[in-house]
């Protein structure tokens, strides 16, 4: 019972590159969603989804973007990276939007832009 | 004011003992709300959701205050594996925009 896939679990950047942050959820979840946690700061929304073909902006989304071809997979795409990206990223997957749900997480994935 | 506070910490407490820890919430509009468990370098598993009523689950009990805008953790008889970061998270509406504390770092000590 795999749950939320998330690759890499490091990865190193130079200013100016771009990658993408691999997401993927078995449990047929149709809410996804991207974080990114930074020292002394709660988890941050980057972007979200509520169904293939749907995204929308978190409360951080600029330099990052999204795309949500299937219900499985929600990769997360740093445009050019900048050091001000260093961070955890997170994916998360739920089965719902509202009320007591439960979010899943990825293991994370630690970047850092130098 | 941070939408949802909370005590960085760290709790420092003896195994065995019993130790509790709050967050506030700024949106008195706010619908649900959990704690979820964070592990060194993992990431965050829900604990448990906490309903008017308070609820509790073994050891650990969470209580909800509306009128003064806050959640509650209580943890009884603390093990060693309880050393974690609590982290509070409110649910401000129907778009299921969660907003998530910074979390409450807590070590049990042999």
């Known amino acids: 019972n795999a749950g939320v896939t998330q690759t890499p679990k490091f990865q190193v950047l130079k200013t100016g590159q771009s990658m993408t942050l691999q997401c993927a959820q078995d449990?047929?979840?149709?809410?996804m969603s991207w974080y990114r946690q930074d020292p002394g700061m709660g988890l941050r929304l980057i972007h979200y989804?509520?169904?293939?073909?749907?995204?929308d902006q978190g409360e951080v989304p600029n330099g990052y973007n999204v795309s949500r071809s299937t219900t499985e997979d929600f990769p997360l795409r740093l445009l050019s990276a900048a050091p001000s990206q260093t961070s955890v990223y997170f994916c998360?997957?739920?089965?719902?939007?509202?009320?007591?749900?439960?979010?899943?997480f990825g293991q994370g994935t630690r970047l850092t832009v130098v | 004011r941070k939408e949802v506070e909370q005590d960085p910490g760290p709790f420092n407490v003896p195994e065995g003992a019993t130790v509790a820890f709050n967050c506030t919430y700024s949106?008195?509009?706010?619908?649900?709300f959990f704690w979820y468990r964070q592990d060194c370098r993992k990431e965050p598993k829900l604990l448990m959701s906490?309903?008017?009523?308070?609820n509790e689950d073994g050891r650990f009990t969470a209580q909800l205050n509306r009128a003064s805008q806050y959640i509650s953790l209580l943890i009884r008889d603390s093990k060693l594996s309880d050393s974690a970061t609590y982290l509070c998270?409110?649910?401000?509406?129907?778009?299921?925009?969660?907003?998530w504390g910074a979390g409450t770092k807590l070590i049990i000590k042999p």
């Open positions: 949106n008195s509009a706010s619908q649900s």
């Open positions: 998360a997957s739920s089965y719902s939007m509202v009320g007591e749900t439960e979010a899943f």
């Open positions: 449990m047929n979840h149709e809410y």
């Open positions: 998270v409110v649910n401000m509406g129907s778009n299921y925009q969660l907003i």
């Open positions: 989804s509520v169904g293939a073909g749907i995204t």
């Open positions: 906490v309903y008017s009523s308070g």
